[in-house]
Nanobody, 119 residues
Framework: VQLQASGGGLVQPGESLRLSCEVSGFNLNLYTIGWFRQAPGREREAVSC????DTFVADSVKGRFTISRDMSTVYLQMNNLEPEDTAVYYC?????????????????WGQGTLVTVSS
């Protein structure tokens, strides 16, 4: 199983980024893929997750972030970014048929991509 996250960068408040998580080694339709983030000095938190049946979106990003996927890649479209969104973003895989925000259920993790929102 491999996960490759990309798409991070430096943007100004109000701008957009799209993160990609390319996955290989398993059937994406049978698992949940989640995006998590960790800011300096803060605990890791779930941002958004997607399974074949449902999605989860954290309240802090609802209305601004959208998760989607195709056969091999999960995307996180991030609009109207705020300085509080600055963090390292990780994608991960959970052996769960429904979207879960519990990081303990995620078995495989990608390497992370840094998102910095600053003027």
């Amino acid at each position: 199983v491999q996960l490759q996250a990309s798409g991070g960068g430096l943007v100004q408040p109000g701008e957009s980024l799209r993160l990609s998580c390319e996955v290989s080694g398993f059937n994406l339709n049978l698992y949940t893929i989640g995006w998590f983030r960790q800011a300096p000095g803060r605990e890791r938190e779930a941002v958004s997750c997607i399974s074949s049946f449902d999605t989860f979106v954290a309240d802090s990003v609802k209305g601004r972030f959208t998760i989607s996927r195709d056969m091999s890649t999960v995307y996180l479209q991030m609009n109207n970014l705020e300085p509080e969104d600055t963090a390292v973003y990780y994608c991960a895989v959970a052996r769960s048929s429904s979207a879960t925000s519990q990081s303990s259920q995620y078995t495989y993790w990608g390497q992370g991509t840094l998102v910095t929102v600053s003027s």
